[in-house]
T-cell receptor, first 112, second 114 residues
Framework: NAGVTQTPKFRVLKTGQSMTLLCAQD?????MYWYRQDPGMGLRLIHY???????AKGEVPDGYNVSRLKKQNFLLGLESAAPSQTSVYFC???????????FGQGTRLTVV | AQSVTQLDSHVSVSEGTPVLLRCNYS??????LFWYVQHPNKGLQLLLK??????LVKGINGFEAEFKKSETSFHLTKPSAHMSDAAEYFC????????????FGKGTRLHILP
């Protein structure tokens, strides 16, 4: 009964380092989303995918890349981390249309 | 592009009194609207959703919201606040079968006074 699982849960990076956040869902959902949450800003959409092999830009895509090679996985990459990317990152999945999105527990990333 | 505006960043109410969290949306199409709740250091949970059926939507824990197209509003209410309602609440809009983005408002933090 996993739902949406994000790894890792915590990470500290040095400026300029790269990393990949993994999101895995076991609900056979077509749609997957990556958000960042910052105080007073709500959740802002970084990138999303409407199916395996597809990706699209959200509200704040700069500095991030994504891939959806398998339906159940959605990867978020930071090629060269910056302190402005310090945030809590949430992944979500849904069946699309007007259905509910299910969220992971979040990844707290600190860039020093 | 669709968007939501949550009119209050913080709301404080006394336990047992009504709760009103305000949300206005912008959409060129028939939107779906949601309210999510996030308790401190927790994930996000769906409270309720509007998907073009009944305009008055009932959710979990006694919350409800009314879709008013003429006012482009989707305000969240609860008749009697409980201490456990203290959390951050997000109004969310999507345009199904358009670009399928799910867009969040900036959130309203609800404080419950004893």
């Amino acid at each position: 009964n996993a739902g949406v699982t994000q790894t890792p849960k915590f990470r500290v990076l040095k400026t300029g380092q790269s990393m990949t956040l993994l999101c895995a869902q076991d609900m056979n959902h077509e749609y997957m989303y990556w958000y960042r949450q910052d105080p007073g800003m709500g959740l802002r959409l970084i990138h999303y995918s409407v199916g395996e092999g597809t990706t699209a830009k959200g509200e704040v895509p700069d500095g991030y890349n994504v891939s959806r090679l398998k339906k159940q996985n959605f990867l978020l990459g930071l090629e060269s981390a910056a302190p402005s990317q310090t945030s809590v990152y949430f992944c979500a999945s849904s069946r699309g249309g007007n259905t509910e999105a299910f969220f992971g527990q979040g990844t707290r990333l600190t860039v020093v | 592009a669709q968007s939501v505006t949550q009119l209050d960043s913080h709301v404080s109410v006394s336990e047992g009194t009504p709760v009103l969290l305000r949300c206005n949306y912008s959409s060129s199409y028939s939107p779906s609207l949601f309210w999510y709740v996030q308790h401190p250091n927790k994930g996000l949970q769906l409270l309720l959703k509007y998907t073009s059926a009944a305009t008055l939507v009932k959710g979990i824990n006694g919350f409800e919201a009314e879709f008013k197209k003429s006012e482009t509003s989707f305000h969240l209410t609860k008749p009697s606040a409980h201490m456990s309602d203290a959390a951050e609440y997000f109004c969310v809009v999507s345009e199904p079968n358009r670009d399928d983005k799910i867009i969040f408002g900036k959130g309203t933090r609800l404080h419950i006074l004893p």
